[in-house]
């Protein structure tokens, strides 16, 4: 597609639901990256991947979160048993290999009530 | 530790004047910045950048100053227009730690511009 899809764009979660947010990038972007964003602050990094590679999950907040890319395309990250502080914007941008000009999703917004 | 700051929450400018977002930072090895302008419910897009070899990259209305002794960026708008209205991101990278330059943001400004 011409840009990075997120899917859902809001998704409200009752506390300790599962949920998985959904990106598509632009086709034949090698990296992606997710990032969260709470009200009033910048994104902050959450994790990367280099086609089907994780290689850096350094700022996944706990073991409640998880993401993958099985086919170097689409990628999901998953948040099981969500606590309130879950809720964010979660954020996807995808790039060529070693361009750092990102191009970032709309984003999903999650509320965990 | 936020290692990117915006002091600035906001900023709010008269149409054709000059608009100046400050930014810092205190990691030493980020030796890549850009800023990012995002509008509500839309992701952030890319805007400027500048590396730590320069001091100045200028792309038509806008213009990024880099101090590196200072720690210090800020992203001129001249002149500023009402569509500029928006969110602004100052970001870094350290390029020469990682392969695939990760992202650290600031915590943004809200940029007004009144006609």
């Known amino acids: 597609g011409a840009g990075v899809s997120q899917s859902p764009r809001y998704k409200v979660a009752k506390r300790g639901q599962d949920v998985a947010l959904r990106c598509d990038p632009i086709?034949?972007?090698?990296?992606l990256f997710w990032y969260q964003q709470a009200l009033g602050q910048g994104p902050e990094f959450l994790t990367y991947f280099q086609n089907e590679a994780q290689l850096d999950k350094s700022g996944l907040p706990s073991d409640r979160f998880f993401a993958e890319r099985p086919e170097g395309s689409v990628s999901t990250l998953k948040i099981q048993r969500t606590q309130q502080e879950d809720s964010a914007v979660y954020l996807c941008?995808?790039?060529?290999?070693?361009?750092?000009?990102?191009?970032f999703g709309s984003g999903t917004r999650l509320t965990v009530v | 530790d936020q290692q990117v700051k915006q002091n600035s929450p906001s900023l709010s400018v008269q149409e054709g004047r000059i608009s100046i977002l400050n930014c810092d930072y205190t990691n030493s090895m980020f030796d890549y910045f850009l800023w990012y302008k995002k509008y509500p419910a839309e992701g952030p897009t890319f805007l400027i950048s500048?590396?730590?070899?320069?001091d100045k990259n200028e792309d038509g209305r806008f213009t990024v100053f880099l101090n590196k002794s200072a720690k210090h960026l800020s992203l001129h708008i001249v002149p500023s227009q009402p569509g500029d209205s928006a969110v602004y991101f100052c970001?870094?990278?350290?390029?020469?730690?990682?392969?695939?330059?990760?992202?650290?943001f600031g915590q943004g400004t809200i940029l007004t511009v009144h006609p």
């Open positions: 970001a870094a990278i350290n390029a020469g730690g990682t392969s695939y330059g990760k992202l650290t």
């Open positions: 941008a995808s790039s060529l290999a070693l361009n750092y000009g990102y191009t």
């Open positions: 086709s034949g972007h090698v990296s």
């Open positions: 500048i590396s730590s070899i320069k």
